[in-house]
């Protein structure tokens, strides 16, 4: 598990990269940037593709099997941003950051209790329980605690990330 740090990454070991992390990026690119509609768009059929991931996690748990079936939904949310020639610089980066860190995503697809955030590590050294996420409603479940990334959203919702 780990961040988007450079300094983390290596074809030595299997990763999974903190989703929580790229939605907090996400979040905040379209909180300064409104009116993108090309980035926009990214950001609606990714958060369409985790909400039906963050569902099964929610009623499986982090289970292979169960996770297996989105690897199409995936596959398609790839083809999808390929086909697309985006203008705008941030839609641009969008669509490298995803084509680079593609087989780092969704790891935990692959491996049973994999966790796809490193919510636990930042509980450990989070000065504050609080933050603002801007479009980003908390999920608890007694199997996962999950992020699910709401773009239709009209308003900034402060979440309580403590552990339950």
């Known amino acids: 598990m780990s961040d988007f740090y450079g300094a983390y990454s290596s074809d030595l070991w299997i990763q ?26 990214i950001t609606e059929n990714f ?19 169960n996770l297996s079936k989105h690897k199409k939904e995936v596959s ?11 203008q705008s610089e941030l839609a641009q980066k969008y669509q490298k950051r995803f084509e680079k860190n593609r087989d780092h995503l969704f790891t935990f697809f692959n491996y049973d209790g994999m966790p796809w955030n ?15 996420i801007a479009f980003c409603v908390i999920a608890r479940s007694p199997k996962a605690t999950v992020a699910i ?3 239709t959203m009209s308003e900034i919702k402060i979440a309580s990330l403590r552990s339950q």
């Open 16 to 41: 999974q990269k903190c989703l929580v992390h790229l939605i907090r990026d996400i979040n905040d690119d379209l909180r300064n940037n409104p009116f993108d509609q090309e980035y926009k768009r």
């Open 47 to 65: 958060s369409m593709l985790l909400r039906n991931i963050v569902a099964t996690v929610d009623k499986y748990g982090l289970k292979k099997r």
């Open 118 to 132: 490193n919510n636990n590590a930042e509980h450990a050294i989070k000065h504050s329980d609080c933050v603002t």
């Open 149 to 151: 990334f709401l773009p």
């Open 76 to 86: 398609q949310f790839y083809r999808e941003m390929s086909r697309c020639n985006y």
